[in-house]
């Protein structure tokens, strides 16, 4: 059990509400459910119960988080020695597309934590088209976005772009999200057309999606979000067809499979084939502690592809080996 999340639920005890605790952290919604779930798998018994009054904690929960509470005093303590011998560590700021950032924050982060490294981590979510110019201006040393072939090509020729460097780490697809319950919850794929009649939400801003191009615009109902998280709530609660990557999706698939379905996209208008990709600038030096967060970064792709891990997501109710994304070799 991460102490992080022990912290994520004293916030929840103290809150009465996983929606409340998830803004008062920073983190979405859905992904504190799932870590909420997690956790009542590895203790064996239920910590909270939904009443009238809000989310409160079981008889048994009760006892946990008292334990949970001392554990956090001693964390805190051990905190603050470690913040005044740092003295004015650095802060390394990545920004992330936010569908990235909902799968990668929390491990990311723990993956650093393990090395004895003066530094704090500040993920930014930012859209993926405005990655490379945070880079390029100097707002941040290294980012992580999703780009498509063309995309990758146009990056590489542009004269103004060409000092990006671009790494590959996953090969992805775009996927819908539905409930259980949904009529299409039973296809093994689902192609583009067959799905423009239903009731769709999207969290892209943009009109023209790099997959489905303009398809979705020509859709009965669509409606779109500002964040990923409201997203996920909505396929939730409103029986309507949600988008996300593969490598988003998986994660709350594998922790709440019995509320989500995750379908591949067939005859998109553009080939749904996408990149996660890690940028840098090929003229400008790492910091060491990036340098520390980069190597963290091929270690969770690295370890996320390893046969262990593979025969973990099975037992755990994940999508199929053949559907999986895929690493890309170095």
Known sequence: MRLEHIQYLLEINRLHSISAA????HVKQTTLSAIVKVVEEEVGFPIFQRTPQGVLVTPTGER???????????YE???AVKRHLSGGAP??????????SMRLSIPLSDYFSRFDVHGNLNFEEAPSESIGELILDNSANLGLTYLTEDEIDY???????SS????????DELCILVSPKHRLASRDSVNMEDILGERMVT???ERKDKIVGDSINRGTYV???????DMFQAVLTQDVIGFAPRFTGEFHFEHMKETFKLIPLRNTEYENRMFLCLLTCKDRDLRYQEYILVSCIHDYFRNMHSPAARDQSSENGGVSRENRTSAVSP
């Not at 946990?64 to 001693?74: G, P, Q, T």
């Not at 990006?164 to 090969?171: G, Q, Y």
């Open 164 to 171: 990006l460097n671009v790494e590959r780490l996953l090969e």
């Open 91 to 100: 802060t390394i700021t990545v920004p992330m597309a936010p569908a990235i």
């Open 77 to 79: 303590e051990l905190m």
């Open 203 to 205: 969290a892209n801003p």
């Open 155 to 161: 990056i590489q020729k542009d004269a103004g772009k």
């Open 64 to 74: 946990f988080m008292s334990l949970a509470w001392e554990i956090h005093v001693k």
């Open 223 to 229: 409606t779109r979000y500002s964040s990923i998280d």
């Open 22 to 25: 998830a803004r008062s952290l």
